[in-house]
């Protein structure tokens, strides 16, 4: 796949705005998205979950935002779109403020694959959440160590098998 010569691992040394993160890896286009942007660029789905905290037990929640999948097609992930083979080999990291990071698997969130409707919310609760960040929600989850709260990072890039070259589609 082609890529643009301007200097595609390159990071920005300038601190994002407050409640953006920033879309990269093996991507046509790094994108910098707010909670704003997300509330107005997609389809809001809702989500009422519950999830199990190991040190502070179950927590309910009512979500509100768009897909991570369909968020995450406008900065033109790698993979050719019409090649599930292909698709079903890429990671998904998604990292906090704090460092707390979580891999899914993009066939997890994939409609052909597991179709899990995970969101990235734009409101909690009764909170908008443009200054805390928007938070990953995955309402298939029992446990809430995925829930990545305050998100600043979301990488995309396929997984090479260790010693095999780069497989074909
Ligand atoms: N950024 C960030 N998000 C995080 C965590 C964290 O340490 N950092 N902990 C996770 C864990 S273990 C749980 S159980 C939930 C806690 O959600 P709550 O604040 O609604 O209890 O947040 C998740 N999201
Ligand atoms: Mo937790």
């Not at 046509?28 to 999830?51: K, N, S, Y």
Request: aromatic share 6%; charged share 20%; hydrophobic share 40%.
């Amino acid at each position: 796949m082609s890529r643009p010569s301007t200097a595609p691992h390159a990071t920005p040394v300038t601190m994002p705005a407050p409640g953006s993160f920033a879309l990269r890896g093996d991507v046509a286009h790094q994108v910098t998205l707010t909670v704003a942007d997300l509330r107005e660029g997609w389809e809001q789905h809702r989500a009422e979950v519950v999830f199990d905290c190991a040190t502070a037990g179950p927590q309910h929640h009512t979500f509100v935002g768009p897909l991570l999948r369909e968020v995450m097609a406008v900065a033109q992930p790698g993979f050719d779109p019409a090649r599930r083979k292909e698709r079903s080999r890429f990671l998904v990291s998604v990292s906090g403020d704090d460092g707390h990071h979580t891999i899914l698997s993009w066939a997890e969130i994939d409609a052909d694959f597991g179709n899990a409707p995970v969101l990235l919310a734009t409101r909690m609760d009764d909170e908008d959440l443009d200054t805390a960040g928007t938070q990953l929600v995955v309402p298939s989850d029992r446990c809430g160590a995925r829930y990545v709260s305050a998100v600043t990072g979301i990488w995309i890039g396929a997984h090479q098998l260790p010693g095999a070259p780069p497989s074909e589609g």
